[in-house]
C-alpha cells in the first residue's frame, strides 16, 4: 500500500498521467499544503481519478484551515498531523508528487 502526497493544486498534464498511472488496489491519497485548493473544484479529474479507483483521500487539516476552507465531500477524511504521521507508518511506501 502507497501513500501518494500531493502538495500543488496544479501539476502538468504528465505529471497527472504519472500519478494515475501509479495508483494501486488500496493505496492511498493526500492532499497538503496548496494541493487543499483541489477541494474548490468539485470536478477536479485528479480526485475524480481517486474516487473511480477507490482510493483512500484524506486532507490535512491545518492546511485546510489555513486556506479557509471547509470539507463539503463525505468521501475525504481530514487529518491531524499525528494522524498523518499514523497513516504514513501504516504504508509501505511513500510517494511526494
Sequence with gaps: MRLHQLN???YSDSIERDIRYSLSTHDKA????DAVLRLIDK???LLNTFQK???DVYVLESDIKAY???IKNDSITTLTD???VTLT???NQQ???
Design 68 to 70: 479557509g476552507l471547509s
Design 43 to 45: 470536478n477536479d479529474p
Design 53 to 55: 479507483a477507490h482510493i
Design 82 to 84: 499525528a494522524e498523518w
Design 8 to 10: 500543488k493544486a496544479f
Design 89 to 91: 507508518s501504516k504504508c
Design 95 to 97: 510517494v511526494a508528487w
Design 30 to 33: 493526500i492532499l497538503i499544503e
